[in-house]
Nanobody
Framework: QLQLVESGGGLVQPGGSLRLSCAAS????????IGWFRQAPGKEREGVSC????????YYADSVKGRFTISRDNNKNTVYLQMNSLKPEDTAVYYCSARLGSCRTQAARYNYWGQGTQVTVSS
């Protein structure tokens, strides 16, 4: 059974950091482009970042550029999203997703999804 499991969310003060993890089971992540999306209450799911299969290409939404970093550890079959300088507007449920092929911005292009992890940025 193909499964993605996110972890690492929580409550953090503005300016703080969190590292989200996306662990895969049932398949190897290095054959897939991995995207991170987020969804805040009342808003549509939006793309945050993506890393290609070759790791040569990474993509970031303008709102997180310079603050978030995506990476993968193929030995652990895990992709990470390091989030620094967090802002209240980063508050959302964060999802990781996987697709064969290259990164895409549209959530509908991804075949596999995790259950999400809540990130709350508040003082």
């Amino acid at each position: 059974q193909l499964q993605l499991v996110e972890s690492g969310g929580g409550l953090v003060q503005p300016g703080g950091s969190l590292r989200l993890s996306c662990a895969a089971s049932g398949f190897t992540l290095d054959s897939y482009a991995i995207g991170w999306f987020r969804q805040a209450p009342g808003k549509e799911r939006e793309g945050v970042s993506c890393i290609s299969t070759s790791d040569r290409n990474t993509y970031y939404a303008d709102s997180v550029k310079g603050r978030f970093t995506i990476s993968r550890d193929n030995n652990k079959n895990t992709v990470y999203l390091q989030m620094n300088s967090l802002k209240p507007e980063d508050t959302a449920v964060y999802y990781c997703s996987a697709r064969l092929g290259s990164c895409r911005t549209q959530a509908a292009r991804y075949n596999y999804w995790g259950q999400g992890t809540q990130v709350t940025v508040s003082s």
